[in-house]
C-alpha cells in the first residue's frame, strides 16, 4: 500500500468491508453476508485496486463520454505532429513540388527542410511549459494552435525555399507548445485504471494525422500542379483549429487547479468525473488525499526558469532518467526512418511516385494497428516487459531488412543499378514493414505514457518540455543525418540500429522504473526508494470474493519482490 500515510481514513477502503475473525475463507460485509474468498490476485497498490474495485465508473455515463471526448482533443494535438511526420516525404517525391523546390530527395538541403521544423520545437519548449504551468493546459493547446496556423500560412504560400524553411520552423514552434499542454492534460484526468489507455491513445494521434496526410498525398499528387503539395500543407491546420475551437469546453485538469490552490474546483472534477458524483467515493478520497501530499503549491512550476529539482534529487534524477530513455529510445531505434520512406521504398525497387505513396498508405496503416492494439492492453501489460522485449524484437527485425538490402546491394554492383531479384526487394520490404509494427505496439503508446506517469504535477510540465526538446534534438539528428547517409552508405546505415537498439533494451532492463498500477502520486514512494527499480516490481496481495469484490489487502512487498520470476 502507498507510504503516504498511516491514518485510519486511508487504510478503511471501504466503509461497507471489513474483515472476519473466524475463518480465512469469509468475510463478513456490513450487512452480514458471508462471502467465500476466490483467490488471491496480485497487484501493484492493493488500497488502489480496492478503491478502484468500489468506484466502478460507468464507462458509458454523460461524464465519462464527456472524459473521451477530452481526450479526444488532446489526441488532436498529437494528430498534428503526425500529419507533419507522413507529410514531407510524400511532398518531397511530388514532380510538382521538385519544379518549383528543385532539392531532389536526398543531401543537406532536403535535411535543412525537414530538420527545421525539429529546430523551431526545441525553441518552442521552455515556452511551453511557462504557457502550460502559468496559465493551464487548455491555454497551451491553444496557444500552440494559433501558432501552427500562422506556419501554415507561411508555408502554404511559399515560392521560394527560405520562405518554406521558415515557416517549417514556425510550425515547429506551434508544436512544440500543443505536445507538451496535451500529454500532460490526457494523463492528469484520467481516472488511474484509464491512464494507460488515455496516454497511450493521446500518442497513437501520430497516425491520426500520419494516415490521412498519406492518404490526401495520394490523392493530390494527380492534380499535377502547385496546388498538389500546397493542398496537403494547408489542411496541416485542420486539426488546430478544432482543438482551438473545442477546447474552452473542456474542464481544466484537476492536478493543475490542485498545484495552483483551486482545490475545491479540482475536488469537484474528481467527484463528477471519478466518483459518480458521489464525494464520499474511497477512489476519490484516496487520490484527493494523496494530490495534497504530493502536489506543492510552492513547486518548481511556479519557478519559470527553475529545472534544478528534475536533476539534482534523488527523486528527480530517476524520474528525468525514465524521460531521458523514452524520448531517446522512441525516437532513435530506427523509427527516423519512416521520415523518408518513399526514398527507402525506391531503393527497394518501388520506383513510381503513385506506387511509394501507396506504400507509405500501407506502412502507417498497419503501424497504427499495432499501435491501438497496444493501447487496449496498455493497463493491463507490465511497462517493462513490454519496452525489452518490444526493443529487442526491433533489433531482429531491422538485422534482417539490413541483410537483404545487403544482397540487393550485391547485386546491383554486379547487375547496373535497379537490377536485382524483387524477391529480396520484397523481403527487405515486409521487414521494413515488420519493423514498423513491433515498433508502434512497443513505442507510440509509452511514449505519451511513460513521461506523463514519471513527472509529478508541478514539474510535468518542464519534465515534458525537456522531453520535447530532446525528442526534437534527436529528431534533428535523425531528419538532418539520414538523408546524408542514405545518399552516402546507403542500408549500412540501418545496421547502426539493429546494435543500438540491442544496448536500448540493456539500458530498459536496468533502469526501468515500472509504473503501471499505481496512482501518478503514489509513485513518489518508488521514486523516494534507494532502488526506484526493485521497489517498482514489489506488489501487494488482495483477495477476491466470488463477485470480484476486494474483502482483504495484504501490505506491500509481503507476497513478492524484485526478484520474483514474472518480474524481468
Same mark, same amino acid.
Given at each position: 500500500m502507498s507510504s503516504h500515510s498511516s491514518s485510519d481514513e486511508k487504510h478503511a477502503i471501504s466503509h461497507s468491508v471489513e474483515k472476519a475473525p473466524a475463518s480465512p475463507e469469509v468475510t463478513l460485509t456490513s450487512a452480514g453476508k458471508a462471502k467465500k474468498a476466490k483467490k488471491e490476485k496480485v497487484v501493484h497498490n492493493a488500497e488502489l485496486y480496492a478503491a478502484i474495485q468500489e468506484a466502478n465508473i460507468n464507462p458509458y455515463s454523460?461524464? +465519462? $463520454?464527456?472524459?473521451?471526448l477530452s481526450v479526444f482533443i488532446a489526441f488532436c494535438c498529437a494528430c498534428a505532429n503526425g500529419y507533419d511526420g507522413s507529410l514531407m516525404t510524400s511532398i518531397i517525391a511530388m514532380e510538382s513540388y521538385q519544379a518549383v523546390f528543385p532539392v531532389g530527395d536526398t543531401g543537406p538541403l532536403v535535411s535543412a527542410i525537414f530538420s527545421l521544423y525539429t529546430v523551431g520545437a526545441m525553441v518552442g519548449a521552455p515556452f511551453a511549459a511557462? *504557457? ?23 508555408? %502554404? ?95 481544466? %485538469?484537476?492536478?493543475?487547479? !490542485? ?18 458524483? &458521489? ?40 524520474? !528525468?532518467?525514465?524521460?531521458? !530513455? ?16 518513399? #526514398? $527507402?521504398?525506391?531503393? *527497394?525497387?518501388? #520506383? ?13 496503416? $498497419? %503501424?497504427?494497428?499495432?499501435?491501438? #492494439?497496444?493501447? #487496449? *492492453? ?23 531488412? +539490413?541483410?537483404? +538490402? ?129 521497489? %517498482?516490481?514489489?506488489? &501487494? ?28
Amino acid at each position: 500500500m502507498s507510504s503516504h500515510s498511516s491514518s485510519d481514513e486511508k487504510h478503511a477502503i471501504s466503509h461497507s468491508v471489513e474483515k472476519a475473525p473466524a475463518s480465512p475463507e469469509v468475510t463478513l460485509t456490513s450487512a452480514g453476508k458471508a462471502k467465500k474468498a476466490k483467490k488471491e490476485k496480485v497487484v501493484h497498490n492493493a488500497e488502489l485496486y480496492a478503491a478502484i474495485q468500489e468506484a466502478n465508473i460507468n464507462p458509458y455515463s454523460k461524464e +465519462s $463520454i464527456k472524459l473521451y471526448l477530452s481526450v479526444f482533443i488532446a489526441f488532436c494535438c498529437a494528430c498534428a505532429n503526425g500529419y507533419d511526420g507522413s507529410l514531407m516525404t510524400s511532398i518531397i517525391a511530388m514532380e510538382s513540388y521538385q519544379a518549383v523546390f528543385p532539392v531532389g530527395d536526398t543531401g543537406p538541403l532536403v535535411s535543412a527542410i525537414f530538420s527545421l521544423y525539429t529546430v523551431g520545437a526545441m525553441v518552442g519548449a521552455p515556452f511551453a511549459a511557462i *504557457l502550460s504551468d502559468r496559465y493551464g493546459r487548455r491555454v497551451g493547446m491553444f496557444c500552440g494552435g494559433v501558432v501552427i496556423n500562422i506556419g501554415m500560412i507561411i508555408i %502554404s504560400t511559399a515560392m521560394t525555399t527560405p520562405q518554406f524553411i521558415v515557416g517549417r520552423f514556425v510550425l515547429g514552434l506551434g508544436i512544440a507548445v500543443m505536445t507538451v499542454a496535451a500529454p500532460a492534460y490526457a494523463i492528469e484526468i484520467a481516472p488511474p485504471h484509464w491512464r494507460g489507455r488515455f496516454a497511450g491513445f493521446y500518442n497513437c494521434g501520430w497516425f491520426g494525422g500520419a494516415i490521412p496526410a498519406a492518404i490526401v498525398t495520394f490523392g493530390t499528387n494527380y492534380m499535377g500542379n502547385n496546388w498538389s503539395w500546397r493542398v496537403p500543407l494547408i489542411l496541416q491546420s485542420a486539426a488546430c483549429v478544432l482543438v482551438m475551437g473545442a477546447v474552452w469546453f473542456l474542464d481544466e %485538469s484537476p492536478r493543475f487547479l !490542485m498545484a495552483n490552490g483551486r482545490e475545491e474546483e479540482a475536488i469537484a472534477f474528481l467527484v463528477k468525473y471519478h466518483g459518480n458524483k &458521489d464525494p464520499n467515493s474511497a477512489l476519490v478520497r484516496l487520490e484527493v488525499e494523496e494530490m495534497r501530499e504530493g502536489i506543492k503549491l510552492d513547486g518548481i512550476d511556479k519557478v519559470w526558469w527553475d529545472y534544478r529539482p528534475l536533476f539534482l534529487t534523488h527523486n528527480g534524477r530517476w524520474r !528525468m532518467a525514465q524521460v531521458l !530513455m523514452i524520448s531517446i529510445f522512441g525516437q532513435f531505434s530506427g523509427n527516423g526512418l519512416g521520415y523518408f520512406n518513399t #526514398t $527507402i521504398f525506391r531503393k *527497394l525497387g518501388v #520506383t513510381q511516385v503513385p506506387q511509394q505513396l501507396g506504400y507509405n498508405i500501407l506502412n502507417q496503416g $498497419i %503501424s497504427a494497428i499495432g499501435a491501438l #492494439t497496444a493501447v #487496449t *492492453l496498455t493497463d493491463k501489460m507490465p511497462r517493462r516487459k513490454v519496452l525489452i522485449i518490444g526493443t529487442t524484437l526491433c533489433s531482429f527485425a531491422l538485422a534482417a531488412n +539490413s541483410g537483404l +538490402s545487403a544482397v540487393i546491394a550485391n547485386q546491383e554492383a554486379e547487375r547496373g543499378e535497379g537490377n536485382f531479384d524483387l524477391s529480396y526487394g520484397k523481403g527487405a520490404l515486409a521487414s521494413y514493414f515488420l519493423f514498423n509494427v513491433i515498433f508502434s505496439f512497443t513505442y507510440t503508446p509509452l511514449q505519451g505514457v511513460i513521461p506523463t506517469e514519471a513527472l509529478e504535477t508541478t514539474m510535468r510540465a518542464k519534465g515534458l518540455a525537456a522531453s520535447g526538446f530532446i525528442v526534437n534534438a534527436v529528431s534533428f539528428i535523425n531528419q538532418f543525418a539520414t538523408p546524408i547517409a542514405l545518399g552516402n552508405i546507403g542500408y549500412k546505415y540501418i545496421f547502426v540500429f539493429v546494435g543500438w537498439d540491442l544496448f536500448e533494451a540493456l539500458m530498459w532492463y536496468l533502469f526501468c522504473v515500472e509504473s503501471q498500477g499505481r496512482t501518478l502520486e503514489q509513485l513518489n514512494w518508488v521514486y523516494d526508494q534507494p532502488n526506484p527499480v526493485k521497489a %517498482s516490481l514489489k506488489v &501487494d496481495k488482495v483477495v477476491l470474493a466470488d463477485d470480484g469484490t476486494v474483502i482483504e489487502t495484504a501490505a506491500r512487498g509481503v507476497s513478492g519482490n524484485a526478484d520474483r520470476a514474472d518480474a524481468i
